[in-house]
């Protein structure tokens, strides 16, 4: 059964930086696309960035190039997310995600991977 629980959230000042972290189990997530996604209040959903299956490469987001980095541990089943020079709008709750293939809850699509399962989330507030 796929599982995501993400950590490290927080309150940071503008400038700051966090690493985010998704510890996965039920799957290899090494074998998997992994992609971050946050949510602010009153918008939508957005991509922030994907790692692919192996770490072959990673995209991001526009609003998040140069700023976010996506790592995994495959010895630890786990994802992070290192976001640096943090800015009031990054403020948001953002989610791991992945594809699991048994669910039949709508796929999104970034960076050309395919995501139907989220975590819980961990907030990120930044003040400026």
């Known amino acids: 059964q796929v599982h995501l629980v993400e950590s490290g959230g927080g309150s940071v000042q503008a400038g700051g930086s966090l690493r985010l972290s998704c510890v996965a189990s039920?799957?290899?997530?090494?074998?998997?696309?992994m992609g971050w996604f946050r949510q602010a209040p009153g918008k939508e959903r957005e991509g922030v960035g994907t790692?692919?299956?192996?770490?072959?490469?990673?995209v991001y987001a526009d609003s998040v190039k140069g700023r976010a980095t996506i790592s995994r541990d495959a010895a630890k089943n786990t994802v992070y997310l290192q976001m640096n020079s943090l800015k009031a709008e990054d403020t948001a709750m953002y989610y791991c995600?992945?594809?699991?293939?048994?669910?039949?809850?709508?796929?999104?699509?970034?960076?050309?991977?395919?995501?139907?399962?989220w975590g819980q989330g961990t907030q990120v507030t930044v003040s400026s």
């Open positions: 995600a992945t594809l699991d293939p048994l669910s039949t809850t709508h796929v999104v699509y970034f960076g050309d991977c395919r995501y139907n399962y």
């Open positions: 039920g799957f290899t997530a090494a074998r998997n696309c």
């Open positions: 790692i692919y299956i192996g770490g072959a490469g990673t």
